[in-house]
């Protein structure tokens, strides 16, 4: 696939000896060797946020940026302030290149133990650590990319070209002539069978070498996986160091913005005003609402999410205490109390453990508990079919531009985006209110679209964990 002599001829050059010998050969690395070193407490904490900011920077080109294009810029733009990684072929001084890798290195070691906490952070450093592989790799000359695929042992089929027309007959027409294909599994290129760029017989995936990204991502994915499950199992045994442990806890907290607080006091909103808001709910709580009217009954998921926001939104426990026997009206005040008012108090502290419950997040929403038949919790930018989807949006009175364009975008996978074009296209058709503008940055909660939607706060980011 890839050659040394090729990567010369594409401007890749051999490594300075010192490099070539060093802790640090390569630029580019799957993280598959914990960091064997001295690190000051300053540093770990630098080098730790550092890389977070990039994280989250790619988090915000992946909602925000028109196209391709943008984004990519944005990801070095992010790249080149806070976590530069320069080639070998940038003619810098050995101890700078030296200096870069390792913190790069300890970095992402430090966020692996950082986020192994919870699956939900797991799973949001999982998404942002790939895609920093891919853009990396990507971005990366032809030299790095053999580098760092040798590194992998991907374990590629290549496909000869003179089997190709045996292998794929007329299908061979969806690829270039002249261009390397792999065979491989089709689960490890989902991402390319979703947007329909290979061609699938038999079980098998015919790869072609410039999507050859999504089978190293892939790997990686299942490789940091494992990784931050051991972690997960070993942090316990950390609880004790006073010095690291609440470094730790603060990279956590500054993660993916899982953590929107409104600023609304408990009691702003009673039961008798619940229904009238209806309007101002994002999508997948109107979904919920309409449905709780429709059918005084709501499963255990759906009942958690909408209970959680409602509680967001200012619902007192006295208040949702009474807005929801009222919603059950179909069963008797015992069957209530013994099914349901627990669960209720239990949201708001008052049962169990007393924890303080928060609003859901759109992350846990789209990622998690996926709903069952019966149910109608979830996101439906993500859990909708698309003509229901559009229905949905047609119904909420939005002009048919804005049902498509919020529709493709959640067809791409783009579940936040499309819940952000939402709230957009409901503030435009709308008298402006004061303290109400379109939001500058994504949607990351329910409670947040609310609040927006309301004009309930100055700045969409000004509510933000950060």
Not at 181 to 193: I, P, T, W
């Amino acid at each position: 696939m890839f050659n040394q002599r090729t990567a010369k001829a594409e401007g890749g050059s051999a490594a300075p000896e010192v490099v070539r010998h060093s802790r640090y050969p390569t630029r580019l690395t799957m993280y598959d060797k914990a960091p064997a070193l001295e690190v000051s407490i300053e540093e770990f904490e630098t080098f730790a946020l550092d890389r977070l900011q990039v994280l989250r920077a790619i988090e915000d080109a992946q909602l925000r940026a028109k196209g391709e294009d943008d984004m990519r810029k944005r990801i070095s733009e992010a790249l080149e302030r806070h976590l530069p990684l320069h080639t070998n072929r940038s003619r810098l001084p050995s101890r700078q290149l030296m200096a870069e890798r390792r913190k790069d290195h300890v970095s992402h070691f430090i966020l692996r133990l950082a986020f192994s906490r919870t699956e939900e952070l797991r799973s949001w450093f999982l998404r942002y650590e790939c895609a920093l592989l891919k853009h990396r790799f990507r971005e990366a000359d032809t030299a790095e990319r053999q580098e760092l695929l040798q590194t992998a042992r991907l374990q590629l089929a290549l496909v000869p070209q003179a089997m190709r027309d045996e292998v794929l007959g007329d299908a061979d027409a969806f690829y270039s002539p002249q261009e390397q294909l792999f065979e491989v599994d089709f689960e490890r290129v989902l991402d390319l069978v979703m947007r329909a760029q290979v061609v699938l017989h038999a079980g098998k995936a015919y790869v072609p070498q410039a999507e050859i990204a999504a089978l190293l991502v892939h790997e990686f994915r299942q490789r940091l996986t494992r990784a931050l499950a051991v972690c997960a199992k070993a942090l316990p045994q950390m609880d004790e160091d006073e010095r690291l442990v609440p470094v730790l806890q603060n990279m956590s907290n500054q993660s993916a913005r899982s953590e929107y607080r409104s600023s609304t006091a408990a009691g702003a909103v009673s039961a008798d005003s619940v229904d009238s808001l209806g309007a101002n709910f994002p999508l997948c709580m109107q979904h919920l609402h309409a449905q709780l009217l429709k059918d005084h009954h709501l499963r255990h998921g759906g009942r958690m999410q909408l209970g959680l926001f409602l509680k967001g939104i200012g619902l007192s426990l006295q208040e949702a205490l009474v807005y929801w026997r009222r919603a059950f009206n179909s069963m008797t005040d015992d069957q209530f109390q013994k099914g349901y008012a627990y669960n209720i108090r239990h949201n708001y502290g008052m049962e169990g453990r007393r924890a303080d419950y928060a609003p859901y997040s759109c992350h846990r929403i789209i990622m998690t508990n996926p709903p069952g038949p019966g149910d109608h919790h979830g996101c439906p930018f993500r859990h909708f079919a698309p003509e229901r989807l559009r229905a949905a949006l047609h119904q909420d009175s939005l002009a048919d531009p804005d049902v498509r364009e919020i529709a493709d975008l959640a067809a791409a996978g783009h579940y936040q985006v499309a819940c952000t074009r939402h709230l957009e296209a409901k503030l435009r058709r709308r008298p402006s209110i004061q303290g109400q503008e379109a939001p500058s940055a994504p949607v990351t909660s329910p409670n947040q679209f609310f609040d927006l939607c309301t004009g309930s706060v100055v700045s969409p980011s000004a509510s933000l964990s950060a």
